[in-house]
């Protein structure tokens, strides 16, 4: 019998196709904005996730300032002091530590002027942990000797900043010569694959900071916990704090690779949470849209009610066929929301993809059309519901008298 | 012995509660309409004639009083439950036609099949029967608007007819048609009554039928004047 419900029930919605067409137009637009906000949040989160991964397990990062105020600490240009340095290294399970610093400085080539963000590392120690624990990868050429004059770059920075740039190029920084020695290949966002990097000591001579870093890796050791590793530091670094007295000092932020990962991953399933909220509001809108339709639709029937009732129709019976009406309002607009979302958010991976912005691929699951096809299915009844019973309370001599 | 009354009401009041003001539409109303009759129910303007079709089709219940169908008390039914007496024993012809002006003409007359949940291939062929019975097998797919009045009132009779019904009511059902459509809608109702040996109440003022019917029920401010059953002629003239 359902069919004929539907049959019923899609008959009348044709009857009135512009107000039709409308109602349904707000729920597309509620759900084109959960599905292409949430599929495009979903790729950030893989992308994001992927290129922590990539970070070896055992790595610890060390940034001055407390993390909550991590703005601050990138812009207020709060550093390590070497005291710092000396003293994660001293710390009890370190195997290495890599302080890195960089600083935005003009880089000459060929007569061209760009600023590029200059890289601090200390080849010597560091590099291993670079390749190895951070990903970074050759795509030609090969990796600086020590204490020389040799720069490695970044996958867009021959794409991009200096185009033709070839390994072997000479370029000024400074007013001092170097080689481009190295290409990266692309680790996977515009901001990362823009950097050159040079050994630490040719950094600390070109720009005149002699001392400290802006942060600092460290490695622990095979046989150390990470966490515990991750404690000494920090007892190490308060110590060094203290014996500073009267100075006021910024505290420091200590992270595993593991929990940077497990607070990223927080904060992007928060945003996705925000996202799913804000967008749920739009679909609402389109639901009371519904709403809306629904009861016009049941004032302007009630004498088609009444024929119904007085032909046997039972009061679930109406229910049903309104409640089919205010569904399928629901439902053809999540497709049309579905396709058009996805549409954008394949439209902006392609754009992200060809313009190197960002290793980005929007995530298209089948859960996600199912969830969008449900929950819009579930507003448009929920919607309908109210309307529905209205109409089925009507009594059929009632609605058969009503002109 | 005489036949168990299909339709029977026993002292029937209805009373609409207007603000303040209490209007009994119907006066303890007591009838009996016996399988098979033919009935007419006249009367002037807002003597209740509709009211009381209402409660003997099930559509609505008194106020006060009893109404019985085929013996059993319907006048404290749920709506569903009455919505279920109507669907399988009751057929109702309009004055306004009533048909759902979304659905053509066969959809309209399988509706109430549709409510009964009689099986597609089912509803489809005696929908078609009907049609074809009245006329109307080259309106099949048009819609009520398409229509002229006489042949929207034989598909709503096509419809009344569709479930079997025991009873047949009409509403005026000639009010909106020239005299000449009307004379054919009322010997199809006539041919029913017949034939088909249905039970048929008809609220009308057309004398045509009044002549036809052996039992006339006349009502004035919701209390029947005479029943023709027994005075043996019309007593109620305008």
Redesign the interface.
Known sequence: ?IK??I??AI??L??RPVRSWLTMIGVVIGIFLIISLLSLSGGVKTAIMQQLRMMGKDLIMIMPGELTDIVTTFIGGLELTDDDIEAIKKAKGVDVVVPMTYKGEAMRHKGEKKTVLLCGVPIEDGLDILRTDMGLELKEGRWPIPGKREIFAGYLVPEDIFPGMKVGAEVTVRGKQFKIVGVLKSIGNKSDDSQVYVDLDIFREITGERTGAKMAIAKAKPDYLVEEVVENIKENLEETRKRRKGEDLPSYTVLSSDKITGIVGSIMNLMQIAIFGFASIAVVVGGIGIMNTMYTSVHERI??I????????????IVLIFLIESGFFGLVGGIGGIVLGLGLAKIVEIYCQTQHLFLLKASITPQLILFGLAFSFIIGCLSGFFPAKKASKL???DA?RYE | MPKQPLIKLKDAWKIYQLGEVELAVLRGISLEIAPGGFVTIMGPSGSGKSTLL?II?C??IPTKGKVFLNGKDISELS??EL??I???KIG?V?QQF??????NSL?NVM??M????RP?NERREKAKALLTILDLEKRISHRPAELSGGEQQRIAIA?AMS?DPEIILADEPTGNLDSATGKMIMEILIDLHKKEKKTIVVVTHDPYIANYSKEIINLKDGQIIADHKRAGKVLWKK
Not at chain 1, 306 to 317: D, Y
Not at chain 2, 98 to 103: E, H, K, M, S
């Open positions: 019998m004929e419900y049959k019923i008959k009348s044709r009857r004498r088609e009444g024929i119904m009732k007085a032909v046997g129709a039972k009061s679930k019976t009594k059929p001599v058969l | 209402n089709g559509l609505d709506q569903d919505a279920e109507r669907g399988q109702f309009f009533n048909l759902l002006p979304n659905l959809e509706l109430p549709v409510f009964q949940g597609e419809r479930n």
